[in-house]
Structure formats: structure tokens, C-alpha cells
């Protein structure tokens, strides 16, 4: 369904406001640069800092920057699963072509309220869903047993794995059959998941290095393995530095770097990135050749 390389893009802000055109230019660049999807309003998008329109402002600035010349799945996500089916339905209204749902937050659902909370998704709209697992963020763990189970759900088609448990590819894959498609949500392991069956990363890195990433992708798929690895040890500083401070800042400061019309400003809780994470994205840009 989906594969390569494909940026959670981060949301610019400017005086406190979405910054449209700024976002527009970063679709733009990120689509030149060889990027192969979009995801809007994700956690690296600061999604739990957008009100309802803010949100499928955003959702409609990447749709239109994007144009048609890549898919763009939006983050749908919510811990409220009323609030959930109704960005799904704005998702699919405006276009997406899929709705990324993270686990739902804080509330801790078990294994059945998962699969309870994603079966009343589709069945409230037919939008497919590429269902996100990251349960350093959400607490409550998205189990293999359970994430073959919601994959027989018609409209689930992808997951991203963010748990760090590269076992897991191997049991989707056994579980969810060898077509399920599986992207990884962890870019320093991306290469590993690649190995294992793996068809892409939703990416942080992918949003200041998106050639790179895109290359890296390619080697991935084309099954050049020693290629890959170079460009995974020329990443992997970057991997790192993108979360020297918490995300989305790092990745905020290192684009403001880039480009003189991206600016750096997050929204509370989020801070800006420190000295001393700005320091590791500088060396870290530097090493890997983007500055």
C-alpha cells in the first residue's frame, strides 16, 4: 500500500499561527527531494497542540501542496474515538488516502478496547488505516497477537512500528501475511526493518534530510545492502540528534538551519531545542553532508 521514505512532517508555526506557506514550500521541497508520501498532523506535527480547524488546515495545505503526486496519509489519531472518526471523515472528504490512527493515549486501553476502538473506526468510515503502535508515548502496547488481529479488518492496511521490537516484523508478517504492509516508525532501526520485511519508515529525519532518506529507501528496496549501510551510518548521527531534546525541536531547529523561511518555533509543552541539542544537529548536518 505504502513504502519508502515518508516524513511525519512537522506543522511551522510563525507568532504563534500556522504557518501555510512556509508548510507548503517544505511539501514542495520534500516532493522534489524524492519523497514518496506524506503524513500531516502526526506526533512530530505537534497534533496534540492543533485545534479541531487548525488541524484540517493543515490536513488541507499538504492535500493542496501535494497536489496528487504522492499519497498523503493523515494523522487522524485521538484517545477519544468520537474524535478520531470524525478527523477520519475530514481526512476522507479533503482527499487523504489514508488516515494514520495512533493507539489510543493516556487512557490505556486493554487489547480488546484496542481492537474494540478500531473496528468502531471503520466501521464509521471506509478511510483506510495505517494503524500506529508507539507505546513509549501512549503506554498502552499494541501486541502482535492483537495487530494480526485488526489487519483482518478490511480497511487496516499498514502499520507503523514504533515499539522497537524488531521481532515483531517477523510476527506480523506470520500473522498478517507477507502483503500486510509494515512501515517502521524508528528511522535508527529502519535499516533492520528493511532486512526483515520492512517497506518504509515514517520518518523524522526524512523531514531535513529527505534525499538521503529517499536514496537510503531505494537501496533498501532494490536489495542493495552494503549501499543501505552506507547510508545508514551517514544518517544515523542525524537519527540521533533528531531526538537530542524533545521532539519535534531538534527537528524544528535543524530546518531552520536549511532553509532561511523555516522557522523554529514550537508550542508549549514543546520548548525549543537546547544549546546543547543544537549543537549535535549541527554536527550532526555537518556529517552528513546536508550542510
Same mark, same amino acid.
Given at each position: 500500500? !505504502?513504502?519508502?521514505?515518508?516524513?511525519?512532517?512537522?506543522?511551522?508555526?510563525?507568532?504563534?499561527?500556522?504557518?501555510?506557506? #512556509? !508548510?507548503?514550500?517544505?511539501?514542495?521541497?520534500?516532493?522534489?527531494?524524492?519523497?514518496?508520501? /506524506?503524513?500531516?498532523? $502526526?506526533?512530530t506535527g505537534e497534533s496534540p497542540t492543533l485545534g479541531f480547524e487548525e488541524?484540517?488546515?493543515?490536513?488541507?495545505?499538504?492535500?493542496?501542496?501535494? &497536489?496528487g503526486r504522492v499519497p498523503v496519509i493523515a494523522g487522524c489519531g485521538s484517545?477519544?474515538?468520537?474524535?478520531?472518526?470524525?478527523?477520519?471523515?475530514?481526512?476522507?472528504?479533503? $482527499?487523504? +488516502? @489514508? +488516515?494514520?490512527v495512533v493507539a489510543p493515549y493516556y487512557n490505556k486501553p486493554s487489547q480488546d478496547g484496542m481492537?474494540?476502538?478500531?473496528?468502531?473506526? %471503520?466501521?464509521?468510515?471506509d478511510l483506510p488505516i495505517v494503524v500506529y503502535n508507539v507505546p513509549g508515548r501512549t503506554v498502552a502496547d499494541i501486541s502482535a497477537d492483537t495487530m494480526c488481529k485488526l489487519a483482518e479488518i478490511p480497511t487496516v492496511v499498514a502499520i507503523k512500528d514504533a515499539s522497537g521490537d524488531l521481532a515483531r516484523v517477523t510476527e506480523h508478517r506470520a500473522g498478517a501475511g507477507a502483503d500486510f504492509c509494515q512501515l517502521s516508525g524508528n528511522?535508527? /532501526?529502519?535499516?533492520?526493518?528493511?532486512?526483515?520485511?520492512?517497506?518504509?519508515?515514517?520518518?523524522?529525519? @526524512?523531514?531535513?534530510?529527505?534525499? /538521503?532518506?529517499?536514496?537510503? &529507501? +531505494? @537501496?533498501?528496496? #532494490? $536489495?542493495?545492502?552494503?549501499?543501505?549501510? %552506507?547510508?545508514?551510518?551517514? /544518517?544515523?548521527?542525524?537519527?540521533?540528534?533528531? !531526538?537530542?531534546?524533545?521532539?519535534?525541536a531538534p527537528?524544528?531547529? %535543524?530546518?531552520?538551519?536549511?532553509?532561511?523561511?523555516?522557522?523554529?518555533?514550537v508550542r508549549l509543552p514543546i520548548i525549543p531545542a537546547s544549546e546543547a541539542s543544537r549543537a549535535a544537529v549541527d554536527a550532526a548536518l555537518v556529517a552528513a553532508g546536508v550542510l
Open positions: 500500500m !505504502f513504502s519508502g521514505s515518508i516524513p511525519a512532517l512537522v506543522t511551522p508555526f510563525r507568532d504563534g499561527a500556522f504557518d501555510a506557506p #512556509a !508548510f507548503k514550500r517544505l511539501v514542495e521541497w520534500q516532493i522534489d527531494e524524492g519523497t514518496s508520501a /506524506l503524513v500531516p498532523c $502526526g506526533t488541524h484540517y488546515q493543515v490536513i488541507d495545505a499538504c492535500l493542496e501542496a501535494a &497536489a484517545n477519544d474515538t468520537a474524535t478520531a472518526i470524525r478527523h477520519m471523515r475530514y481526512a476522507r472528504q479533503a $482527499g487523504a +488516502a @489514508a +488516515a494514520l481492537i474494540a476502538h478500531y473496528r468502531a473506526l %471503520a466501521d464509521a468510515c528511522d535508527d /532501526l529502519w535499516l533492520p526493518h528493511a532486512v526483515l520485511g520492512g517497506a518504509g519508515c515514517i520518518s523524522v529525519t @526524512a523531514n531535513v534530510a529527505p534525499r /538521503l532518506c529517499a536514496d537510503f &529507501a +531505494a @537501496a533498501c528496496a #532494490a $536489495g542493495d545492502w552494503v549501499g543501505a549501510l %552506507a547510508l545508514h551510518d551517514r /544518517l544515523f548521527g542525524l537519527h540521533k540528534a533528531m !531526538f537530542s531534546d524533545s521532539s519535534p527537528a524544528k531547529y %535543524a530546518l531552520s538551519r536549511i532553509h532561511d523561511w523555516f522557522s523554529p518555533e
